[in-house]
């Protein structure tokens, strides 16, 4: 079935030590986004891909980099996670046409920990 | 500022039917979304607004009216796997999507 995969599930990583997580999907969406979710709040956008072009949301810290080396796979990559960065990290997909926009097909999610 | 409110949590019986509210203040309109979110899973979609009136999907239904910024979720024949939260999400004049902090809904036998 085609999908959004992420790995890991589950994330525990060092204060201070970096991270990266991963997304594939078989949807062949042009779109990837990356949220962060903590508890009970609304899923955060930190940024998305438009095909190749990378678009930061403009609140997103620098210790948040992402890349997408093909139309499937993209990563998330936490360069010195803090405390405040443990959340649900959920990868995301759509496809937009011009003005079209599809609803969005999220993976799993990586749960991330820091100690 | 943007702005999408829901209640934060409610209660239902199961086999009945409940409703959740949501109101919007957008910079523009260009449709409502909402998603069905199991605790620590992803949000899936469950249906899409961009007309004013009732969508019905099922046991699901969601109505809009774009000029009173509003739009609910219609639950009917509540079953104990419907306890989940639900998301409101509205995509704005730009075309990015703006989220609510989700309603919590528990079923009770």
């Known amino acids: 079935d085609a999908m959004v995969i992420q790995n890991p599930r589950y994330q525990v990583t060092q204060f201070g030590k970096p991270v990266t997580l991963s997304c594939s999907q078989t949807?062949?969406?042009?779109?990837m986004y990356w949220y962060q979710q903590k508890s009970s709040q609304a899923p955060k956008l930190l940024f998305h891909?438009?095909?190749?072009?990378?678009?930061n949301e403009a609140d997103t810290p620098d210790n948040f980099q992402s890349r997408r080396p093909n139309t499937s796979f993209c990563f998330l990559d936490i360069r010195s996670p803090g405390l405040g960065d443990a959340a649900m990290y959920l990868c995301?997909?759509?496809?937009?046409?011009?003005?079209?926009?599809?609803?969005?097909?999220f993976g799993p999610g990586t749960r991330l920990t820091v100690t | 500022g943007q702005n999408i409110d829901q209640p934060t949590e409610m209660t239902a019986t199961e086999g009945a039917i409940v409703q959740i509210n949501c109101t919007y203040q957008?910079?523009?309109?260009?449709?409502l979304f909402w998603y069905q979110q199991h605790a620590g899973e992803a949000p899936t979609f469950l249906s899409y607004?961009?007309l004013d009136g009732l969508e019905e999907k099922g046991r699901f239904s969601s109505f809009l009216s774009r000029s009173k910024g509003y739009s609910y979720l219609l639950l009917k024949e509540l079953q104990m796997k419907d306890s989940a939260s639900y998301l409101c999400?509205?995509?704005?004049?730009?075309?990015?999507?703006?989220w609510g902090a989700g309603t919590k809904l528990i079923i009770k036998p």
């Open positions: 995301a997909t759509s496809r937009v046409e011009g003005t079209d926009s599809y609803e969005q097909y």
């Open positions: 949807l062949n969406h042009n779109v």
């Open positions: 891909y438009y095909d190749k072009d990378f678009n």
């Open positions: 957008t910079s523009g309109f260009n449709g």
């Open positions: 607004n961009v």
């Open positions: 999400a509205v995509r704005d004049g730009n075309y990015q999507l703006i």
